[in-house]
């Protein structure tokens, strides 16, 4: 209610002030001034807008760079992320030098060449030489972003399948994950949404002989330094698999398999204990420390301390818990991980067929 009365207030006073300004302008003499042409002062000071503009514009750009640079993420943990975050940074650069000069230059003329009383603009029909120049500069500044583009998404995309090759499928429904590893077999069996039925929510053919021994799973943990290729289906609705930290992310289509391969590199216990992110859990359980105060205070029971994890995330809006869609991922060594699997039941155990 308060924050209503004060947006009224402050919207009467703008509009007391534009009325006292209509009065007033209302009130002056009649003289050269009420032109509707602009004159040389008008042009003037239009010039210094621009210029200015630019200059605020380029100072808060470059500040932003500085004061939010905390929120990059880390080092990759996967093995082509360098590749992707070099590519991106590229990109990046190249961008803001060329609209630097196009947009430093486009406001610098506009404050240079501002109108003037018997000033006229020259004539100048056009020059071959420039256009040459503005037309094959770009051309070959593209083509080889695009080229460079083009030999990082293949390599990146093309993760070639062997017997070290993790095959996992990633399973997506309105609002989970579930994770399905192939066992002892290494092959996944037969699925299709037309079999989902009681304990077997992922539509696992059971009559598939690769289903049985599959172990459904709602962690997902990769051994590291093992390549592992994601299979993913969807339930219902389009998704989208989300790996900030090993820079992976790939749309989850009901009707089709889609697929994203990657090698991870950093284990969830050393990702925990680099600077980066000591530093950023600091922070965030500082936050976390002040805002229970008040909670306590109300009679709540207090945050709990924050510790880092991987995440698979939804990253397409897919409905109302979207926000909320995640599983965790353990990145750990391969005795780790075997341990862990050996301790699931498989498919077969688990429907007791
Ligand atoms: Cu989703």
């Not at 090759?165 to 997506?172: C, F, K, N, P, W």
């Not at 306590?296 to 979207?322: Q, R, T, W």
Request: glycine fraction near 6%; proline fraction near 3%.
């Amino acid at each position: 209610m308060t924050a209503f009365l004060i947006i009224i207030v402050i919207a009467l006073l703008g509009i007391t002030v534009w009325q006292l300004s209509t009065i007033y302008k209302l009130s002056r003499p009649a003289n050269g001034d009420s032109s509707q042409v602009a004159n040389d002062n008008d042009n003037h000071k239009q010039g210094l807008f621009m210029f200015w503009f630019m200059v605020v514009f380029y100072l808060g750009m470059f500040y932003c760079f500085w004061e939010y640079s905390e929120f990059y993420l880390p080092e990759a943990a996967s093995e082509h992320g360098s590749e992707f975050d070099t590519l991106m940074f590229v990109s990046l650069g190249i961008i803001i030098f060329v609209q630097m000069i196009t947009q430093g230059l486009l406001h610098w003329f506009a404050y240079k060449y501002k109108g003037k009383k018997g000033k006229r603009a020259l004539f100048y029909a056009d020059n071959d030489k420039l256009e040459f120049i503005w037309t094959i500069i770009p051309v070959i500044v593209l083509a080889g972003l695009i080229i460079y583009g083009l030999f990082t998404w293949s390599a990146i995309m093309n993760v070639e399948e062997n017997e070290d090759t993790l095959v996992i499928e990633l399973y997506a429904k309105q609002f989970s994950w579930n994770a399905r590893y192939p066992g002892e077999d290494g092959v996944l069996g037969k699925a299709n949404v037309r079999f989902i039925e009681g304990k077997n929510i992922l539509g696992v053919d059971m009559s598939d002989p690769y289903a049985a021994d599959d172990i459904v799973t709602t962690e997902l943990h990769l051994p590291v330094n093992r390549p592992v290729i994601f299979k993913m289906r969807s339930q219902d609705v389009l998704h989208s698999a989300f790996m900030p930290f090993f820079r992976a992310q790939m749309n989850v289509v009901p009707g089709m398999i889609t697929q994203f391969g990657f090698t991870p590199t950093i284990t969830s216990e050393e990702m925990r204990n680099s600077d980066y992110m000591r530093e950023h859990v600091r922070q965030v359980n500082e936050i976390r420390r002040e805002n229970s105060k008040a909670l306590v205070a109300e009679g709540e029971m207090p945050l709990d301390p924050y510790e880092f994890e991987y995440f698979l995330l939804c990253n397409k809006i897919c409905g109302i818990s979207h926000y909320n869609m995640q599983m965790k991922i353990i990145v750990e060594s391969e005795e780790e991980y075997e341990a862990w699997l050996s301790e699931k039941k498989t498919m077969k155990e688990d429907l007791g067929e």
